[in-house]
């Protein structure tokens, strides 16, 4: 545990350069490529909406893609507005004054380059979050008392990282909001691991408000973390879905905004009604790597896309709620309906890296560049690995999980022109599954040593 560092220093640096030439990558194709291949503008333009009062979802970015979140992450964006070229269909020409003028507002450019700093930083924080909770919740003493002049304390953080890389690249590439949520995910599991649970409950309630799959670490909030979690996750559910917006709108515009919100892509994307408001949410314009996406990509897989039904089978959906709900119960059940005596860190990581295994088999529509939200999964099965090794190189199973992972992940990227089997095949949800198991199993391991303890007769 305290081997000298040898390659580890050097990868850490070897990645700051890719963050570097990958940031120059995504500016290019954000800002200077034949059109704007990011989904930073989408956050951009409603933050436009914001300042000006205007309905954010009703002002699509270049690519004529739709806003899909609460208002108050609307307003977070105020700070990166992009304005239209043109006055929005349906709002009136705004007034020429400084919250309308070009001049006003952060150059497109350096706010891609800001929303891209921003990510890294995020990702920072989750690592970060992570490992320290891992780290600090540790019971080995040697383990607590590790630093960066040891070897164990960079691979506790580096091979988790490596293994979610191509999915983190995916999210940071695409401009979307993933690193933010899994921030927010990453801190509340360190401030469990240290007892902090009414914050703890605010930060895992934060994710939730941001980007609404999250709310299934609820679950975890009401049977195993006490009633502080539970006020602290419906204190930030008050402050960012109802303070918030109607400090900044009045009520009356914030009620209006919030319903639409709740109607057109809540309520209209779990029940898979055709006005939901997202263009472009089907099954025919996007991979949707959940249960039922998967599903109905293998039944119609003699149909090209662009010819495949809509809409998934009735028959697929059934089992898609069925799945959901069976793997969420034993997920639930594995961890108990107690709250333990006292925080353990590495039952809290397996545990919310089981949900989050869950959320995404479960969600109605599930894309790529969601699955860097398994990293408190990765994190978790690395480090009980790397335990058994005195944290240097993988053994065991760990031994072909943590560098098979990111290469088999990749796989349907490899289809040409993105089209083919491999784009179709059931990689993404198998891999998922075999990590929530792995988590289940290493969670019920943890379960007995607790019982076990709790049971022996003190000093």
Avoid at 104 to 111: A, G, M, R
Avoid at 226 to 231: Q, R
Avoid at 267 to 294: H, K, V, Y
Wanted: one cysteine or more; proline letters at 8%; aromatic letters at 10%.
């Amino acid at each position: 545990m305290g081997v000298r560092p040898t390659w580890e220093p050097w990868l850490a640096w070897a990645l700051l350069l890719v963050a570097i030439g990958f940031g120059v990558l995504v500016e290019y194709r954000s800002v200077y490529s034949d059109r704007r291949r990011t989904d930073a503008g989408v956050f951009f333009r409603a933050g436009y909406a914001a300042r000006v009062g205007a309905n954010p979802y009703t002002i699509p970015d270049e690519n004529f893609w739709y806003f899909l979140y609460p208002p108050s992450v609307a307003i977070g964006f105020v700070p990166l507005a992009d304005p239209p070229p043109i006055a929005p269909a349906g709002e009136p020409a705004p007034a020429p004054d400084t919250k309308t003028d070009q001049r006003s507002y952060v150059p497109y450019p350096v706010s891609v380059a800001i929303w891209y700093a921003i990510g890294i930083a995020t990702l920072v924080v989750c690592v970060e979050c992570l490992s320290r909770a891992l780290i600090g919740g540790a019971a080995d003493p040697r383990v607590r008392a590790l630093r960066p002049s040891q070897g164990g304390w960079w691979n506790i953080r580096l091979w988790p990282l490596l293994m979610a890389l191509p999915d983190v690249l995916s999210t940071l590439s695409r401009g979307q909001i993933n690193l933010l949520v899994l921030a927010c995910i990453s801190a509340g599991v360190l401030l469990m691991s240290r007892a902090r649970w009414f914050w703890a409950g605010f930060l895992l309630s934060a994710a939730a408000c941001i980007k609404v799959i999250p709310g299934i670490l609820l679950f975890d909030v009401l049977t195993r973390r006490g009633w502080k979690t539970v006020v602290g996750y419906g204190a930030c559910g008050v402050v960012m879905l109802i303070a918030v917006p109607a400090v900044y709108y009045g009520p009356e515009r914030a009620w209006a905004l919030s319903s639409e919100w709740l109607d057109r892509v809540v309520l209209a994307g779990l029940m898979g009604r055709e006005d939901r408001l997202q263009a472009g949410a089907g099954f025919n314009d996007t991979d949707n790597l959940s249960i039922q996406g998967t599903l109905h990509n293998l039944v119609n897989l003699s149909l090209p896309r662009g010819e495949r039904p809509p809409a998934a089978e009735t028959w697929v959906k059934i089992v898609h709620v069925g799945m959901s709900v069976g793997l969420l119960a034993v997920t639930v059940a594995i961890g108990g309906w107690r709250r333990n005596s006292r925080p353990i860190a590495i039952e809290i990581m397996l545990r919310t890296g089981m949900l989050c295994c869950v959320m995404l088999m479960a969600a109605p529509m599930v894309h790529r560049h969601y699955y860097a939200m398994l990293m408190p999964a990765l994190a978790g099965l690395t480090f009980v690995n790397l335990m058994r090794s005195r944290l240097a190189v993988p053994n065991g199973w760990g031994a072909w999980l943590i560098p098979l992972y990111p290469v088999v992940m990749s796989i349907p990227r490899m289809a040409p022109n993105g089209e083919g089997i491999l784009r179709d095949l059931p990689i993404p949800l198998a891999v998922n599954l075999v990590v929530w198991g792995l988590c289940a199993r290493e969670l019920m391991a943890v379960g007995r040593v607790d019982e076990a303890n709790e049971e022996a007769p003190g000093e």
